[in-house]
């Protein structure tokens, strides 16, 4: 058997950065800006009105502590629990679409002693801090399942594998990064293309996205096409800007 955990939860000891960080920096300056508008209407002639910036300011706080607590711990207890609802054998061939750092990856790993956890991205900063293939590389050496996971640059549109080749295809807040709704369509299509039959496929995303794959999956060969919300440990600054979870088997 491969070294390293044989499955279940475990401490993070890798280092994952922060999701979409221009995002929880622009909350935490409206923040900082709003409280100083309040201060400074203070001594001004709109007094009767300070409270106004002051509740903005509190509102861009609570978006701020929701924010970070999604991104730094919330992610990664919602997948813990997806991935736990998988029931995996530990022999799957597993993939990760858009993985980033890996914490998806990685957790999908310490799952599949046996089996094989293949990660894609194109790799890009803006999407998470320090996004790149060798950070992910540090991660798996550090989670200790460098034997089991692989890494892959390359656009979720079109991906370099071949038809029915995972067991599990997994995304995590990626596919709403592709801009244009034909390509989430084709990146959705792709996810399925490379599912093997009676493989199961879990993508978690943000905003409208999710209804648009449900209506894609739809029209693909997959049934029990399921959306659940993944509740407040994934709000992105609020409930305004929550995570959705689309389940399918192939």
């Not at 400074?40 to 910036?53: C, E, K, M, R, Y």
């Not at 629990?81 to 957790?107: K, Q, T």
């Not at 950070?135 to 034997?147: I, K, L």
Request: net charge positive; hydrophobic share 45%; aromatic share 8%.
């Amino acid at each position: 058997m491969p070294s390293g955990t044989g499955g279940g939860r475990g401490r993070r000891r890798g280092a994952y950065g922060v999701d979409a960080p221009y995002a929880l920096f622009g909350l935490g300056c409206g923040a900082v800006g709003s409280a100083l508008a309040g201060f400074g209407t203070l001594s001004g002639p709109g007094i009767g009105v300070a409270w106004l910036p002051f509740l903005c300011a509190l509102v861009m706080a609570v978006a701020f502590v929701l924010y970070a607590h999604a991104t730094r711990r919330g992610k990664f207890t919602v997948w813990e629990d997806l991935l736990d609802g998988l029931e995996l054998r530990g022999n799957e061939r597993l993939l990760d679409l858009g993985c980033g750092r890996g914490a998806v990856l990685l957790a999908g790993a310490r799952r599949v002693p046996e089996g094989r956890a293949v990660g894609v991205d194109l790799w890009r900063g803006v999407d998470q801090t320090g996004n790149a293939a060798s950070a992910t590389e540090r991660n798996a050496r550090a989670e200790n399942v460098q034997d089991r996971v692989e890494l892959r640059t390359g656009d979720l549109r079109d991906l370099p594998f071949g038809d029915g080749e995972f067991d599990v295809v997994l995304s995590s807040l990626a596919i709403h990064n592709i801009k244009d709704a034909e390509g989430r369509r084709r990146a959705v299509a792709e996810a399925v293309r490379v599912l093997r039959p009676g493989g199961r496929l879990v993508i978690a995303d943000i905003g409208g996205s999710v209804p648009f794959y449900r209506d894609v999956l739809d029209g693909l060969p997959v049934s029990g096409v399921g959306v659940r919300s993944a509740g407040w440990r994934m709000w992105w600054g609020g409930p305004w800007m929550r995570t959705r979870v689309v389940t399918a088997t192939g």
